[in-house]
Structure formats: structure tokens, C-alpha cells
């Protein structure tokens, strides 16, 4: 409105003066006559006056540009403001949610900048440096575990691989070996060093985070379930991979056949059917051999199995010749398989884990053994005093070794 | 970094980010994608140094070119018996090292010595997570088994590594069980790299180009797994932004060639011969006989630098896209010439462009 009043008055003035200049050159120029200095003067007035009005539009038209560099120099700022913030941002795990929320409130604004910046040329690619400043300060800062910078074609800088662990990504990186292991993409060796990968990985956030005592005590009650139930997950991996081992075939094939093999005292069986049982005894304990190589079973349970085959089967045919004497007693076969077996047992507790189907099916029968050593069978008894070897206290040493053993690993619970 | 290096970066004109030293030729795969320049021209010069006259060579590089990180390739670099003898005097000279190899050769020990030794990275293919199609992309029966392996001892030893698919119409769809794979096993890094003719893949372009479809969803694979995982993927082969719009992908880091600039790659071979990338089978000279300077000259490398596919000359992203890769061009094309298109543009670009999809003005050129 100001400026309408100075252009009025401007005009005004304009016309004032032309009137006065028009009177005193009438006088001179045209004595007598009117109507053409007056024609004249409105002529002139009126090419001053769109003079006038087009240096007016273009004043309006460059304060229109103006606006708009004021505008943008005001996007531009605020970019500026947006990126410094972006550049203070520090890895933080503990406010790590803060900084989520912030993130995604930066994100909003340049979201709000891209959609101004539609009318506004030039704007659009420096929005996208910042859009990228952005996403890289998520990759890296927050729940990144990768940052990867300063990548041309096939080339990548060792400077620029920098892996950034958090609890978070060591636990999807276990869920994903496990998934892995179980569609058997990889092998067992692999799970096992890269389980102890993590496992180091997450000593060292550990150890990391202790070094900011803030840290930890920064973290939530939740939180720190959270970590106690991640140990506890990668300790029980040894479970799974019983678990793993229980469904090979060659584990199934195993089992089936011990069935067969357990019920050899009670079938009878004539010695080519036993050849063929002691064949087939023999071809399932090589491939049983492959769990061990492949690391899902140990070698002293490998030994401790193969141990109770062989005493299983000790049975006589039915065609033997009628002249042969068969030892019947049961003490003397339960106590030949205790001494058989106790220094494998002892031998698969110190490699500290014997699996759950080993305890089932081989200590329970050193159970039944000892049980079969304490019952009272006269028949039994009198060959079992007659042929033994060993003393009344060697026997009991056996019976108390056997006891305490099968005790340690019921107490410790070892055999998962 | 440390004063004397900055001071070193801003006053040498020569220095160079990183150079590729192909150690030896031999490989112990055979790769159906391998870029190996002497797979692709059998006039290429044969034959590797004694270890004396390569340790001569490494001290040269280094000295001519000031370079921050020497990367150990092949062929397949872990044949080389003396290898550790390499990498050591290399060290010595204060370069960083890496190493590119195909990963079935790293043992625990292996992986354990070369960490002590001072590699830090090793890049590593890992072709899908199938072990029939890695294997069958790498013409070796098992080289899956060992390179799931040779990362896992590479990490369980505190080294790092990155592994690399290189997508191919026939593994290209199994990236995601890649990815996961990868991160399963502890790698620090993936690297995506479309299939680009060169080498042996010169044989195999209709059979392993993947289609700008397949590229499209591999690169949404990658977004998908960078906001699943946290993780950040390259994707160093360049990618025609009129084939499939690039700008789409803001999380994926596109790399573009960097030919005769700082971060270029130079490469040197068994021999010592001098090329401008490891693509390319045009050798500019040996770098035993003529200083890394009088090798490239703004005349000698401005061919290579310049070179535009026609198509391209007036695109508005040509100084950042180039038309893509110029090795690959040279390689495939009749007269060996740095300005063809190459393969995927060549391919695709056409057919792209009809359906007016292309993102960029040159659409409306092209029409």
C-alpha cells in the first residue's frame, strides 16, 4: 500500500510539473491556441505514466526472485542445521531409542523440505547428500552393523569395512546360523566356530560395555534379561546339536538296531543269524564313526556304544555243539560289563558332556548291572563265586566307582 | 591419519588410494564369470616372477604410485607358495593389505597367519547358498563347503571379511539365503556385483547376464535386508541409471568407474605390466621398465578416461555413469573399442527405453 501512495504522489508531482512546463510552453509555442498543448501535455503524461507502471512490475517481478532466494536461502539453513545435527549424533547405545526417535523426527523434516523443494529448483540434490548423510548415521550409528564407505567398482577400502556389533545384531546373526545349520547350509564345524565368533563377539561388547560402567547400569531390568537369556541360548547350542544328531539316520539306524541287539539274550538265534547281527552291529558303528568326524558325537561315547554292543552280544547260539559249556550267569556278565565300561564313562565325564540318548541307553544298563550284582539268584550266584576272578573288595570298589559315576553325571546333569 | 600422510596426499600427485596386484595366474577354480584379462585375450603375456624379482616389484609399486592399500589377486593368490613373504614386505613398507580370492584354500591356519601377517580384508565369493549352484558357477565340486568355512575361520581369528555375489541370471534370485548366509557366518560386509562381461564371461553372456527385471529385484532385496539387518551392501559394478533407475535404491552405494582419478585401481600383473583396472586387458607398460608417471600420462590414460558409448554422449549423468563399465565394452566388443556399449547396455538399453521406463531425459532423446 506504501508503495501505491509513493507512486500516486509520485505522479502527481510528475503532473504538476509537466502542467506548469505545458503553461509556459504554450505561451511560447502556441499563443491563442488551446486544444493542442493540452492534447500534447495528456499525450506525454500518459508515456511517463507507463514508464512509470513498467519499471513498477519489474520492480514487483525482482522482489518476487527475491522471495524466492530468501525462501530458499531459508531451506538451505535449514539444511545446514539439519545436517549439524545429524554430525553430533554419536554412537550411543543406551539412548539408542532417543536417537531413533530423532532420526526418524530429522527424517520428517527433510521429508517436509523434499515436498517444498518440488517448487524449488536446485534443492532436490542437496536434500539427497543429506537424505544420505541420514541413512548412513542409522547404518552406523544406530542398529548398524555394517558401514561400508569409499567403494568403486570392485574395490573396497579395508579402512571402510567396519563392523559395528551390537546385542541385537549378534542375536539375529545366531538366529541365522541356527536357521543355516538346520537346512543344513552349513556343517557342524562351522556352526561351531562361528558360534564362538559370537560368543567372543559378545565377551567384548561385554567387556566394552564394562569399560563405561554407565553403560551397564544404564541398562533396563528387560535389558538385562535379555543378555542373560542370549548366554544362555549360546550355551545351549551343544542341546541342539544332540538334537541334530538324534535325527541323522545313521543315529536312528543305530538305535533301531540296538533294540535288536538288547533282545539277543532272550532270542535265540543260530550262529549264522548271529554273524549276520554281528555284520550289520559292525557296519552300523563305521557309519556312526561319520557323527563323530562330523563332531555331533564324541569319541568317548562312540567308545562307551561300541562297548555295550560287544558285551550284548557275548550270547551263544542255539547249534552249538552239545558238549559246549555256556556261562550263564548274569552277575558275571554284569560285572565283566561294569569293568568294561567304567573307565569309557569316566573317560566321556572328563570330555564333559556325554548326550542324553548315550545316558538313557548305556547307564541305565550299568544300572540294571549293578542291580543284577545286588540281587539273590542261587543259581546265578554259584557260577558267579566259582569262575570270578576278583575279590569280595575289588567287586565293591566296581560297584562304588560305578555308583559314584553314574551319580556325578545324574547330579551335574552333564548329559545334555 | 597422521600429519605426514595428509601432507603426503596433498603434495604427491601420484599417490594412489590402491592398487591391484595380481600375483599369480593360476587359478584352482574356473570360474564361468571370471574377468580375468589373459582369460580373455590368449595373447595375453604369461608367467609370474621368482619371489626375489615380485618382492622387487611390490617395493616399486609402492615407491611409484604412494599407494595406501595393496590388494593381493589372482588368479588365485593363496597358490602362491612365497605369498606370506609378499605380504610381509609389503607390510614392511606400510601399505594396508587385502586379499581377493576365491576362499577355498584358507584354513584355520592360513586364515590365522595372514591375520598375524597383517591382512586386513579378505573378499571373499560366496555365489548363493545353494552348494550346487556355487559350485556349479565355480566349476569346482565343494568350494562352497570351503569358502562358508574360510569365512568362519577368518572371523573366529578376528580378521575381516567381506564376501561378494556376483549376480548372474543363474544365482541372482538366491541372493536374500546369500545375504543371510553371509551374516550367519560373521561377514563384515557384502559386496552385490552384477555380472560383467570380461574373461572367460565373454562365453557365457547369454547364459549369465541377468535382465535389468532380475537386477531390480536383487537391488529391493538389498534395501529389504539393509533395513532387516542393519547392514550396508555395495554395489560396485556400475549400473546404468537409464536401465534401471538407480536413485530409487538411497540406502544401496552404487560404485561408478573411477578410471585415472586418485581412487582409481590400477593394476599389475605376475609380470609387472601395468593396466588401468583389472578388467581390462590393455597394458599400458611395465612398471619395472618405465616409471608409474611416464605410464600414465594424461595422454596415455585420457582414451580410457574419455570414452562415452555414442548413446551416451548426451545424457546428463554421463560424467558419473561413463555408460558403465569401459573394460567390459573393450572386452566385448568387435573392435575392442572403449567407447562400445557394453553388454547390459547394449542388451538392454533399447528394449528399456520403448517401454518408457527410463528415469531420465535421455528417455525422451532416445524416442
Known amino acids: 500500500m506504501e508503495r501505491i501512495w509513493y507512486l500516486a504522489c509520485l505522479i502527481a508531482g510528475i503532473f504538476i510539473a509537466l502542467l506548469i512546463f505545458g503553461l509556459g510552453y504554450r505561451k511560447l509555442a502556441y499563443p491563442g491556441k488551446n486544444s493542442r498543448w493540452f492534447k500534447e501535455l495528456w499525450f506525454s503524461t500518459m508515456v511517463i505514466l507507463a514508464l512509470l507502471t513498467t519499471t513498477f512490475c519489474n520492480k514487483e517481478s525482482s522482489t518476487n526472485t527475491a522471495q524466492i532466494q530468501q525462501h530458499q536461502t531459508q531451506s538451505f539453513t535449514e539444511l545446514q542445521k539439519i545436517w549439524q545435527r545429524i554430525n553430533q549424533i554419536k554412537p550411543d547405545y543406551v539412548n539408542r531409542e532417543k536417537q531413533r526417535k530423532e532420526l526418524d523426527e530429522i527424517q520428517g523434516q527433510i521429508d517436509a523440505l523434499i515436498s517444498r523443494a518440488q517448487q524449488e529448483l536446485g534443492l532436490k540434490e542437496t536434500i539427497t547428500l543429506v537424505m544420505t548423510n541420514i541413512l548412513s548415521s542409522r547404518v552406523s550409528h544406530i542398529g548398524g552393523s555394517f558401514l561400508i564407505s569409499g567403494v568403486t567398482c570392485y574395490k573396497m577400502s579395508s579402512e571402510g569395512v567396519k563392523r ?253 | 591419519m597422521g600429519i605426514i600422510s595428509k601432507l603426503k596426499d596433498a603434495f604427491l600427485v601420484n599417490r594412489q588410494d590402491s592398487i591391484i596386484f595380481e600375483v599369480t595366474q593360476k587359478c584352482n577354480n574356473d570360474c564361468l564369470f571370471c574377468y580375468n584379462a589373459w582369460k580373455a585375450d590368449k595373447n595375453y603375456p604369461q608367467g609370474e616372477l621368482s619371489t626375489a624379482e615380485t618382492k622387487g616389484l611390490i617395493r616399486r609399486i609402492v615407491k611409484e604410485t604412494s599407494c595406501k592399500q595393496l590388494t593381493f589377486t589372482g588368479g588365485e593368490p ?148 539393509m533395513d532387516q539387518y542393519k547392514i550396508g551392501i555395495s554395489c560396485s559394478i556400475p549400473i546404468q541409471p537409464c536401465i534401471i533407475d538407480t536413485s530409487r535404491f538411497k540406502k544401496v552405494h552404487f560404485g561408478y568407474c573411477a578410471a585415472g582419478t586418485k581412487r582409481a585401481y590400477y593394476t599389475v600383473d605376475p609380470m609387472g605390466n601395468l593396466r588401468m583396472c583389472n578388467h581390462t586387458p590393455s597394458i599400458l607398460g611395465n612398471i619395472l621398465k618405465s616409471s608409474f608417471k611416464e605410464l600414465t600420462t594424461k595422454q596415455k590414460i585420457k582414451p580410457f578416461m574419455d570414452a562415452v558409448p555414442e548413446f551416451c554422449k548426451d545424457c546428463q549423468m554421463v560424467k558419473t555413469c561413463q555408460g558403465g563399465c569401459k573394460a567390459a565394452a573393450e572386452v566385448s566388443s568387435a573392435g575392442c573399442s572403449l567407447c562400445a556399449e557394453e553388454p547390459f547396455l547394449k542388451k538392454y538399453k533399447n528394449e528399456w527405453l520403448k517401454k518408457g521406463l527410463a528415469p531420465l531425459e535421455r528417455a525422451s532423446v532416445a524416442d
Open chain 1, 164 to 416: 559395528m556389533q551390537t546385542l541385537s545384531s549378534l542375536e539375529q546373526q545366531y538366529a541365522l546360523l541356527a536357521k543355516m545349520y538346520q537346512e543344513k547350509k552349513i556343517d557342524v564345524q562351522v556352526l561351531t566356530k562361528a558360534r564362538e565368533t559370537i560368543l567372543s563377539d559378545y565377551e567384548n561388547l561385554i567387556a566394552d560395555w564394562n569399560t563405561q560402567k554407565s553403560v551397564l547400569d544404564g541398562l533396563s531390568s528387560d535389558e538385562k534379561n535379555k543378555v542373560v537369556d542370549f548366554i544362555m541360548e549360546l550355551s545351549g547350542v551343544e542341546a541342539k546339536e544332540h538334537g541334530q544328531l538324534e535325527s541323522t539316520p545313521e543315529w536312528k539306524a543305530i538305535l533301531a538296531h540296538w533294540e535288536v541287539v538288547s533282545q539277543l539274550e532272550w532270542d535265540q538265534k543260530t550262529s549264522e543269524e548271529l554273524d549276520k547281527i554281528h555284520q550289520e552291529t559292525e557296519k552300523r558303528l563305521n557309519a556312526l564313526l561319520r557323527l563323530v568326524d562330523k563332531g555331533l558325537l564324541s569319541i568317548g561315547a562312540f567308545e562307551l556304544i561300541q562297548a555295550d554292543f560287544k558285551q550284548l552280544q557275548q550270547v551263544k547260539p542255539i547249534n552249538v555243539d552239545c558238549y559246549s559249556v555256556i556261562s550263564i550267569s548274569t552277575k558275571i556278565k554284569g560285572l565283566e560289563r561294569l569293568q568294561a565300561r567304567l573307565p569309557l564313562l569316566e573317560k566321556t565325564i572328563a570330555e564333559g558332556k556325554i548326550n542324553e540318548w548315550t545316558y538313557q541307553k548305556v547307564i541305565r544298563r550299568l544300572k540294571d548291572d549293578l542291580q543284577t550284582l545286588d540281587n539273590k539268584d542261587e543259581e546265578s550266584d554259584k557260577w558267579y563265586k566259582g569262575s570270578r576272578k576278583l575279590t569280595d573288595a575289588d567287586i565293591e570298589a566296581v560297584k562304588k566307582k560305578a555308583k559314584e559315576l553314574i551319580e556325578k553325571i545324574e547330579k551335574d546333569g552333564n548329559y545334555k
Open chain 2, 78 to 225: 593363496f597358490l602362491r607358495a612365497d605369498l606370506p613373504e609378499l605380504i610381509t614386505c609389503a607390510k614392511e613398507l606400510g601399505v594396508a593389505i587385502n586379499i581377493i580370492s576365491n576362499g577355498t584354500l584358507i584354513t584355520e591356519d592360513i586364515a590365522r597367519d595372514y591375520i598375524k601377517l597383517g591382512v586386513g580384508l579378505f573378499e571373499l565369493p560366496l555365489l548363493s547358498a545353494e552348494r550346487t549352484t556355487h559350485d556349479a558357477l565355480s566349476r569346482n565340486q565343494g568350494a562352497f563347503d570351503k569358502v562358508v568355512e574360510s569365512v568362519a575361520n577368518i572371523k573366529l581369528h578376528r580378521g575381516r571379511v567381506v564376501t561378494v555375489f556376483v549376480g548372474t541370471k543363474r544365482n541372482i534370485d538366491g541372493l536374500k539365503e546369500m545375504i543371510e548366509l553371509s551374516l550367519a557366518i560373521g561377514a563384515d560386509g557384502i559386496m552385490f556385483n552384477r555380472f560383467n562381461v570380461g574373461g572367460e564371461g565373454i562365453r557365457h553372456i547369454d547364459e549369465l547376464l541377468p535382465t535389468p527385471a532380475q537386477v531390480i529385484k536383487a537391488l529391493e532385496t538389498i534395501e529389504s535386508a
